[in-house]
């Protein structure tokens, strides 16, 4: 897999997501080639988009400067940590023998559908007047379940079996990673 067909793969799968997950079915993607020539940049993106809105819009940036660095590490780290938990969650409901395969075919899944939500939280950051955008990161949860049964190998019939438990898993591991990011934001007297 090169850079460019990752990015080319993430931009279908907004378009044909069906075809799109049976195309990176047939590749071999690496969680690190893949995590450090697509996600890390957008995630960085994203970063950078917090940061910026924050000092865009509020009316004393100069005095909320802490907070707003805060904001966008943490943002980045813990995206970092939900892709790498989440991708242990899938992990378990993957349909191959070899574990190493199963991490990276669910690390293939969870890091494309993640991309919608990159990108849509990315401009909401950017512009906060236009937050509600945010709302449209859920078209990652369509995209993860189109391609459950290419990359996991599930049968079609269980598919969305086996969407409701990994949905309830990462909707589980988003609200404790929620709760810790809140918890240290306290702490750190934001």
């Known amino acids: 897999m090169t850079n460019l067909s990752a990015y080319k793969h993430s931009l279908l799968l907004f ?8 195309s990176i079915s047939t590749e071999d993607h690496s969680p690190k080639q893949l995590f450090l020539s697509l996600l890390l940049p957008l995630l960085f993106l994203m970063a950078i988009c917090n940061f910026s809105g924050y000092q865009l819009f509020d009316q004393n940036p100069s005095q909320h400067i802490n907070m707003h660095l805060f904001s966008a590490s943490a943002t980045f780290l813990f995206s970092i940590l939900s892709i ?67 990359i996991l190998s599930i049968p079609d019939d269980k598919k969305s079996g086996y969407f409701t438990f990994i949905l309830i898993g990462l909707l589980s591991i988003y609200a404790v990673l929620g709760a810790f990011f809140i918890g240290i934001a306290s702490l750190m007297g934001f």
């Open 15 to 22: 378009i044909q997501p069906e075809q799109t997950w049976k």
């Open 84 to 150: 790498y938990i989440s991708t242990l969650l899938v992990s378990k409901f993957a349909q191959f023998e070899d574990k190493k395969d199963r991490f990276n075919r669910a690390f293939t899944l969870i890091g494309f559908s993640f991309i919608p939500g990159i990108l849509f939280n990315s401009l909401a950051f950017l512009f906060p007047t236009i937050n509600y955008l945010t709302i449209l990161s859920l078209f990652s949860f369509y995209i993860l379940y189109k391609g459950i049964s290419p």
